[in-house]
């Protein structure tokens, strides 16, 4: 029977060394595969946000409530500076444990390249107690765990380590010219898989690829460190710290502060309601505008003076939207909080009329929104194109985005919630004005409403202002020359030309100078008159039907007909479908010039007809407003 045990033991702890070397063959196989497709392939991570990077996961085995943490794995960058931060965090030193990839039980070289390690969970664990020179004291969140290991645990790990240095044996001839042998040295951890007497004095392109240092690289290296730095310590503030962050707290409801509520009727329940959903919201989007201006603002500013992405504009970037954050602030501490303080103190009901001054002066107040709405477009196309043109810009974005205060919204999401949340404040209002009764508090809510109302709708008018300008300057930019004229010498040619720039940007004749003019149709046609027929491009505007000519350079166009006013404009649709012509009066009312205009089918005649009759009657009311005027 002794026998029989000695067998079943040896057979077992053969089974048991089986095992070990075939999970450290399947990562030798692994890393064989990642070297030779480094460039051909990019490893993803499953159920992470998609971000055109590589990550890995570093799950630490030296905690009881499993703590793990996504590290990018950047080209060129080794395990150990990728994973420093996260060990500072910790209180773990690289000497006290070991990295391994998976399941396997072979310690990777810490100066391994981190960026073949993406898509892989990496498991970080004690070292053999032999390593260590001191006690390990491993911090991790607020707790600090001491003498991890028992009697017990601390003889497996020895047996396990015996194991993997009896399968690290076969790593290099598994690895065979694949990889550099460099690679399978540790001096940082006392490690070495290849004598380094025996190394081979050539190493592969790929290796001598990862390992040349590049300005890029530092760059990258830096932005990483600095980074970490940043999660360590935590995030910067923009401007001056808030000392009231207190105030920003809310209760789980309404009803927690609010007395006697089982006894209010339905329809004042509700009025509660809506008033609570108004202070949530606006809690909520404060806290999104602390995202943008302490997350991102911040931290771009710390690393620009590190002399980082300083080719990155600020202001292009945000506007002001850090203003725009302030006098948020201002106004909940002034007005919206005192909805709250009032209700804590007397546990009475929420009332508008605590909060009706701020939105009489809600105008003063969000006047930045103006400068803020009429650049957002801006913004975003400006984030786009530098997180597709900047690798460094990029790595930082994807960053800021992964910070649990984002709550899984991208930048872009994050700067279009001043607008949205500016077209909502009359919803918000109108909601609680439906669920009130109370005739004092319905006139103070039909007041702020209508004051909110008016300053949205001003917004609206110069967004739509400012696009249209922006629209104008494109189809200027479009028009090559003004062809009208044609000069018969030099001398007359040059005084011509002094004439020939048309600005569609400047007011409209007769017109109040703030109302601009507006495209309402353009597109192809073809024109007839005694000289032939010619193609043509045409733009009706508010005040002005303007004929071009496409030339060869892609889509520019040039002035064929001088600019017609569109209340001397006579037209006739023909006989033959798709025709109509067009006769030009001078000041004198008589004919200057006539043509035949073909758009293609009937129902195009008629539209453009159609915008002519429009153009005229939008065109003749903007006089009016402009005689009355003066």
């Known amino acids: 029977m002794g026998i029989n045990k000695k067998l079943r033991f040896q057979i077992g702890k053969l089974k048991q060394i089986n095992e070990e070397q075939t999970a450290d063959d399947n990562q030798i196989a692994v890393m064989m595969s990642m070297r030779r497709n480094i460039h051909h392939r990019r490893f993803s991570l499953p159920n992470t946000p998609e971000t055109g990077r590589d990550w890995f996961t570093l799950k630490f085995d030296l905690f009881d409530d499993g703590d793990v943490e996504l590290i990018p794995a950047v080209k060129g960058r080794s395990l150990s500076d990728a994973v420093q931060g996260s060990f500072q965090r910790r209180g773990l030193k690289l000497a006290s444990v070991n990295v391994y990839l998976d399941a396997s039980n072979t310690p990777l070289p810490l100066h391994f390249d981190s960026f073949p390690l993406g898509g892989h969970q990496l498991h970080v664990k004690v070292k053999d107690p032999s390593y260590q020179s001191e006690p390990l004291t491993f911090r991790h969140r607020s707790s600090s765990f001491n003498n991890l290991t028992t009697k017990g645990s601390l003889e497996k790990l020895v047996e396990k380590s015996r194991a993997s240095t009896k399968s690290r044996k076969s790593v290099t001839s598994l690895l065979g010219d694949s990889i550099s042998p460099d690679y399978l040295s540790c001096p940082s951890s006392g490690l070495s898989l290849i004598d380094s007497s025996k190394r081979s004095k050539s190493t592969t392109k790929l290796g001598a690829l990862f390992n040349a240092p590049t300005k890029e690289k530092d760059r990258m290296e830096q932005l990483g460190e600095i980074l970490d730095s940043i999660s360590f310590n935590g995030l910067p503030v923009y401007g001056d710290a808030d000392d009231q962050q207190g105030i920003y707290e809310l209760e789980e409801s309404w009803y927690k502060i609010v007395g006697n509520f089982d006894a209010m009727p339905k329809k004042q329940r509700d009025q509660q309601e809506a008033i609570w959903e108004l202070l949530l919201t606006e809690v909520t989007y404060l806290k999104k505008l602390k995202v943008i201006t302490d997350v991102f603002m911040a931290c771009l500013v710390r690393l620009q003076k590190e002399n980082l992405l300083t080719e990155i504009g600020i202001e292009r970037l945000f506007s002001n939207i850090a203003e725009i954050c302030q006098r948020h602030c201002l106004f909940w501490q002034q007005h919206l909080s005192k909805v709250l303080l009032r209700a804590r103190e007397t546990h009475k ?282």
Not at 350 to 356: A, I, K, N, T
Not at 380 to 400: A, C, D, P, Q, S
Not at 508 to 522: T, Y
Not at 613 to 626: I, N, S, V
């Open 349 to 630: 009901p929420l009332s508008p009329l605590d909060m009706q001054d701020g939105f009489y002066l809600f105008e003063d107040y969000y006047q930045p929104y103006i400068k803020y709405c009429l650049e957002e477009t801006s913004c975003v196309e400006y984030l786009k194109m530098k997180y597709r043109e900047n690798e460094l810009f990029k790595t930082f974005i994807v960053w800021g985005e992964t910070q649990k205060q984002c709550g899984r919204l991208k930048l872009s999401d994050l700067l279009v919630k001043p607008m949205q949340r500016l077209t909502k404040y009359p919803l918000l209002m109108k909601a609680v004005l439906k669920k009130t009764e109370d005739l004092a508090q319905r006139e103070a809510l039909i007041s702020m409403i209508s004051n909110v109302e008016r300053f949205v709708s001003k917004v609206n008018g110069m967004m739509r202002k400012y696009h249209e300008q922006e629209r104008l300057s494109s189809i200027m930019n479009r028009i090559e020359s003004y062809d009208v004229i044609e000069s018969f010498n030099d001398e007359l040619d040059k005084l011509v030309q002094d004439y020939t720039h048309l600005d569609l940007r400047a007011p409209m004749p007769g017109a109040p100078e703030h109302e601009i003019r507006q495209l309402l149709i353009e597109g192809p046609m073809r024109i007839r008159d005694r000289e032939g027929k010619m193609d043509a491009y045409g733009f009706l505007f508010t005040d002005m039907f303007l004929l071009t000519k496409p030339t060869k350079k892609g889509d520019k166009t040039k002035i064929i007909k001088q600019p017609m006013l569109i209340t001397q404009i006579v037209i006739q649709e023909l006989k033959d479908p798709g025709y109509f012509s067009l006769i030009y009066l001078n000041e004198f009312k008589t004919a200057s010039f006539a043509f035949t205009i073909q758009v293609g089918t009937a129902a195009h005649t008629r539209t453009w007809i159609g915008g002519l009759e429009k153009a005229k009657k939008l065109y003749g009311e903007a006089m009016l407003r402009g005689q009355a005027r003066r």
